[in-house]
């Protein structure tokens, strides 16, 4: 069977026209958006630890824009326990300038984990420091918010404490319900379950004693 490859050809063009001329806007956008774009290169994250011990945490996130999948992506490494190097590849977005914020929403693409980071957007270019807040989920996948900032060198320890506010935001939906029975004064419903229970069997044994 002949293959007419012309036909071929004109066809694969035409299939991947569309697509490409689709990435050419989104990269001619991202091109344009220079808020976005003074993000990119290296930085030095800083963060409050969720344990709420004071600890600060530092990586170093490398930023990178994809013109396959049209996101930021941001490398991130660590110290591990062990003293080597862990890498994790979170793949992100930022959105357009909201107020004098910008928020990051960034998901790890091997655990899943998301973070959502609101970052104060500075009006000058270029950026060697900004804050804002990480909100992520602590050792025990409850919703936590705690102090963050990037900078282009490193801080000293002095300087990150200063910056970094020490107050940690969680919730515990056990914590706050027993606070709040013990506040008004009240058993929790379990108590009352149970005392419910031993009311209806005091009440069977009334019935079965009556003749």
């Known amino acids: 069977m002949d293959i007419n490859w012309l036909e071929v050809v004109a066809g694969f063009i035409l299939g991947v026209t569309p697509v490409l001329i689709r990435q050419l806007y989104f990269y001619y956008r991202f091109s344009r958006s220079p808020g976005k774009r003074r993000y ?68 790890d693409r091997v655990t899943q984990v998301q973070e959502t980071w609101v970052m104060i957007d500075p009006y000058y270019d270029p950026i060697d420091m900004t804050e804002g ?11 936590v918010a705690t102090g963050q900032l990037i900078s282009r060198t490193e801080l000293e320890l002095e300087e990150l ?9 969680g ?8 606070l709040f029975h013990a506040q008004d004064g009240s058993e929790p419903f379990v108590a009352e379950v149970e005392s419910d229970m031993s009311r209806s069997e005091s009440d069977l044994d009334e019935e079965s004693a009556t003749p």
């Open 40 to 107: 990119l290169g290296r930085w030095h994250s800083y963060w409050r630890s969720t344990t709420g011990i004071g600890i600060i945490g530092h990586e170093q996130i490398e930023i990178r824009y994809s013109f396959v999948r049209n996101t930021l992506l941001v490398r991130i490494t660590s110290e591990s326990l062990d003293g080597r190097g862990r890498v994790m590849e979170y793949a992100g977005t930022i959105s357009e300038r909201q107020g004098v914020v910008r928020y990051w929403y960034l998901r």
């Open 133 to 143: 807040v990480q909100v992520t989920v602590d050792l025990r996948g409850l919703p």
């Open 161 to 169: 404490e200063r910056r970094i506010p020490r107050a940690i935001i």
């Open 171 to 178: 919730t515990d939906p056990v914590e706050s319900f027993l």
